[in-house]
């Protein structure tokens, strides 16, 4: 169990530098798209008379003051005018000056103001992304058409979180996912992966001879297991992937109670303990593996159900309480997953293979949500469009 | 529709600035008092006396022009705010000379007043508008320096109008605001100082950034009766035009709502261009600057480079351009920047400058641009006055 240099060192006698987020203020038609982009969506307001397109976010059409509502529209545009900010009075971008911002001409009518990658230049055309800011709000990044995302552009940087070169700590490495997660995670260049491993659970085979990887004790169900495993990682800590899971048919008390333990009470030991160390990162992540029964219960797993949509609750407000600190709480959804606690579930079931490259992908792309697989998209798409039915018709 | 009623029997006097501060601890409430004051030391009047007042400012909150009147000690029968900033000035000036033309009001004290704590600029910033909290400030909080940096970049572009050009405005300002003991900046600026300053937010550099800081600006709108009787020289307002939104169309802002209503301003004030001894333009950044020169048609649209490169903008020039210093070397005061543009026009035509005299100054140009709600500036007006002989 070698472990990957780290290129960037820190002298632990210097002043801690202090991380600050953009300002937050945002209107209340703001946070609505926030709420859309945060499922990855690429959205404007529409009005549903006229069809114009309009933005920034209002509360009425300006052209026929009809109402409005929010469609998917096409990404392109034309940089018309650009800038390079250097000076500002907000602590956020002072740390981070210069700053490159414009103007474009979105394809879907609206003009607006947009972050800029390196390779854009006045009037070439560009694919925009709606994006989450380290504030947890919508911004639009405009990047040259066709351009993939640069790793290594110190604006995108901050709306992603890199995985190349960090410390991460996978919670559960026993199981089929936690065990795809970390060689996900390998493979995409972490520094340094530390899997915990409950006690007494031997080292998986799958996890033996991969360079960066570590395994240490952790069980989320003993608040002592908790501290002990956060300290003896010992260094700077950015990147959390919370694995575990209790998954059990039925609603028997003892499995009700345990899986309580893991999911709902173990998410608190586990955030309560990694949140300072994740705060101060500068790309501190925490990402969760949500079961879509928490949404809706599946009749099935009761117990299983109830601990998810606890666990899921818990997570919301775990990511509101971190908005101020920049470090970014992603959830990805999943439904039945093929391994060894879905047995008796037939297909189609997500594969831990593609729950692991979520992963990677939600942190790369700064996907606050990820629905992965199509149970999990199918689930998605029928809680947001009809809750009330979604929970009658799940369990028919 | 109906054509436009002149500004007949209403005259302008009494223009007043309460000198700049960088910083106050004051509040704007505290400005305002004192413009009124210095009002009363210039006219002889005190607060029972004005029976109209219009009120101008960003840091008067939580209090409006209401709370302005009890604040004071006002009991006006005629009551404005006017919260546009830029084009306060000029606006002010339209309503309150209707009022006491139809004698709803006879003597109105226009006053635009801000002060200017430590960190009221990002403060202000932050919270502008709602379009700019959802669609401008977070994209790298730059400010008004940022947006205007994009309007800049993209009138280079457009009209291939280079810096020197800018420059060559400041520079002629700066050179303005040497006679002017009120003026914050009164150092020599040269073209080179101007062309090597440090980048703000490119292509807009120092020089092209006014200083915020606070101050206030007044004068009063009343019957040509009344001004004679408290002994004031007058200023007779030929015509005025206002816009807001202009445009819309327009992908980036390269011209203002100026262009809508230029024609019915010089027809209505029966001078033109050529006839204008001072020229009073709103000038947060020399882009906006060029813009007002092309709009109000003081060279043929789109020529406004090669105009500025054949035109000594000075006091003593072909036409002398903010004549105080303007913003960019005289601060800017808040919503008194949206003033300092009428109460300097109307000094230099009433021959009661704060520096040197532009020589026989009779008719003034004045013009105002306020309000960047999103990534433009969407109020715009202009008048042009004439001295009363």
Redesign the interface.
């Known amino acids: 169990m070698t472990l990957r240099p780290r290129p960037e060192k820190r002298d632990p006698l210097q002043r801690k530098v202090e991380r600050h987020v953009p300002a937050g203020l945002r209107s209340r038609a703001m946070h609505a798209m926030s709420a859309r982009a945060a499922q990855g969506r690429f959205v404007l307001q529409q009005c549903v008379e006229c069809s114009a397109v309009t933005y920034p976010p209002r509360d009425i059409c300006p052209v026929c003051w009809g109402e409005l509502a929010w469609r998917d529209q096409v990404q392109g545009a034309t940089l018309l005018a650009e800038t390079t900010v250097r000076v500002t009075t907000d602590l956020y971008f002072r740390a981070h000056m210069p700053w490159r911002m414009g103007t474009i001409a979105l394809d879907a009518g609206p003009v607006a103001l947009a972050h800029l990658s390196r390779n854009l230049t006045v009037g070439g055309r560009a694919d925009v992304r709606l994006m989450i800011d380290k504030g947890g709000n919508a911004a639009l990044f405009a990047m040259a058409a066709g351009e993939e995302p640069d790793m290594s552009d110190k604006q995108w940087r901050e709306f992603v979180v890199p995985v190349r070169d960090r410390t991460i700590l996978v919670t559960d490495g026993r199981g089929a996912v936690g065990q795809a997660v970390v060689a996900a995670l390998q493979a995409a260049g972490a520094a340094s992966v530390v899997v915990g491993l409950p006690a007494p659970a031997q080292p998986p085979a799958a996890l033996a001879g991969l360079t960066g990887v570590r395994i240490v004790p952790l069980d989320l169900t003993d608040t002592r297991s908790v501290s002990e495993c956060l300290t003896d990682i010992a260094g700077p800590l950015d990147i959390v992937v919370n694995t575990a899971r209790f998954v059990r048919r039925g609603d028997g008390l003892i499995d009700q109670k345990h899986a309580l333990d893991v999911t709902v009470l173990g998410l608190l030991r586990l955030t309560q303990g990694c949140a300072p160390m994740l705060q101060g990162r500068p790309s501190g992540a925490f990402v969760d593996i949500v079961s879509s029964a928490a949404l809706a219960p599946d009749a099935g797993f009761p117990a299983f159900s109830a601990a998810q949509a606890a666990h899921l609750s818990l997570l919301q407000s775990f990511r509101h309480q971190m908005r101020g600190s920049g470090v970014r709480v992603m959830t990805l959804f999943t439904g039945p997953v093929d391994d060894e606690d879905h047995q008796s579930v037939p297909m189609p079931k997500v594969a831990p293979s593609r729950i692991a490259k979520g992963v990677v992908d939600a942190l790369e792309g700064g996907r606050e949500q990820l629905c992965v697989g199509d149970a999990a998209v199918d689930a998605m798409a029928r809680w947001s469009d009809d809750p009330a039915l979604y929970i009658r018709e799940k369990n028919l | 529709m109906r054509g436009r009623l002149r500004y007949d029997d209403v005259v302008l006097c009494a223009p007043v600035t309460v000198p700049y501060e960088r910083y106050s601890s004051q509040s704007a409430h505290w400005w305002a008092g004192r413009a009124l004051r210095v009002l009363a030391d210039v006219t002889g009047l005190g607060p029972r006396d004005f029976d109209g007042f219009c009120f101008s400012s960003f840091s008067a909150g939580p209090d409006t022009a209401v709370g302005m009147v009890q604040h004071l000690g006002l009991s006006p029968r005629w009551l404005d705010h006017i919260p546009t900033g830029g084009a306060s000035g000029v606006m002010a000036m339209r309503r309150a000379a209707r009022a006491v033309q139809c004698g709803d009001a006879q003597i109105v004290a226009c006053v635009a007043a801000d002060t200017n704590h430590l960190d009221s ?2 403060q202000t ?3 502008f508008s ?2 700019s ?11 008004p ?2 947006t205007f ?3 800049t ?2 009138y280079m ?1 457009t009209f291939g109008i280079g810096r020197e050009a800018f420059g060559k405005l400041c520079v002629a300002q700066r050179d303005n605001a040497r006679s002017n003991p009120l003026a914050l900046q009164r150092g020599v600026l040269t073209l080179d100082a101007y062309l090597n300053a ?7 550099h120092l020089y092209d950034c006014v200083m915020p800081c606070a101050g206030a600006d007044a004068y009063i709108v009343t019957t040509p009766e009344v001004a004679q009787r408290l002994g004031l020289r007058m200023v007779r307002i030929l015509s005025t035009i206002e816009r807001h939104n202009a445009h819309p169309q327009d ?2 802002q390269w011209r203002g709502g100026w262009t809508m209503d230029v024609d019915d301003l010089w027809a209505m004030a029966g001078v033109g261009p050529q006839d204008v001894d001072v020229l009073q333009v709103y000038d947060d950044y020399p882009v906006i600057v060029a813009m007002q020169i092309d709009n109000l048609g003081f060279c043929p649209p789109g020529e406004v480079a090669d105009f500025i490169r054949r035109t000594d903008f000075t006091i003593t020039g072909d036409l002398p351009l903010n004549t105080n210093g303007g913003q960019l070397s005289a601060g800017q005061a808040g919503a008194a920047g949206g003033f300092q543009n009428v109460t300097e026009g109307m000094r230099q035509i009433l021959r009661q400058p704060l520096g040197d005299q532009v020589p026989d100054a009779r008719i003034a140009a004045i013009s105002g641009f306020g309000l960047v709600n ?2 433009r500036g969407i109020c715009t007006a202009a008048a042009v006055l004439e001295a009363v002989a």
Request: aromatic letters at 14%; a positive charge.
């Open positions: 600029f990002r910033v932050a919270g709602r379009f909290q959802d669609a401008v400030y977070p994209y790298g909080s730059g400010g320096n940022a940096a994009l309007i970049d993209h572009r440090r980048p703000i937010s490119d292509p807009v992908k980036v999103y990534d």
